[in-house]
């Protein structure tokens, strides 16, 4: 059994930045794949960042560029840096990983991942 902890999320004005942290236990290091989803009200829940233990990472489209997934594995946490923050990005933000190792769009893949966070919510105000 794996659990997620997500923090790190809050309020923030267009452009500004926010770090989330997921921190999961039960897992010894990190193997596998893990990723950031997110869901805003009124909207299916869809991929935002995933990487995997060879360090490959993919991007949605709408925050490539804008967005950095990482792993930090002395701390066993995962990571999402968000910089030029929108109101789009508005969301609750969720941590999922797998043992499985998955790359380019399959780390984006809700079906990819069998344990989730509760998630952290983002808001970004115009």
């Known amino acids: 059994q794996v659990d997620l902890v997500e923090s790190g999320g809050g309020s923030v004005q267009a452009g500004g930045s926010l770090r989330l942290s997921c921190k999961p236990s039960?897992?010894?290091?990190?193997?596998?794949?893990m990723a950031w989803f997110r869901q805003a009200p009124g909207k299916e829940r869809g991929g935002v960042a995933g990487t995997n233990l060879e360090y490959t990472t993919y991007y949605d489209e709408s925050v490539r560029g804008r967005f950095t997934i990482s792993y930090d594995n002395t701390k066993n946490t995962l990571y999402l840096q968000m910089h030029d923050l929108k109101p789009d990005d508005t969301a609750m933000y969720y941590c999922?990983?797998?043992?499985?190792?998955?790359?380019?769009?399959?780390?984006?893949?809700?079906?990819?991942?069998?344990?989730w966070g509760q998630g952290t919510q983002v808001t970004v105000s115009s």
């Open positions: 039960g897992m010894p290091f990190y193997k596998g794949s």
């Open positions: 999922a990983a797998s043992y499985s190792l998955y790359g380019g769009s399959l780390l984006l893949r809700e079906g990819s991942y069998n344990f």
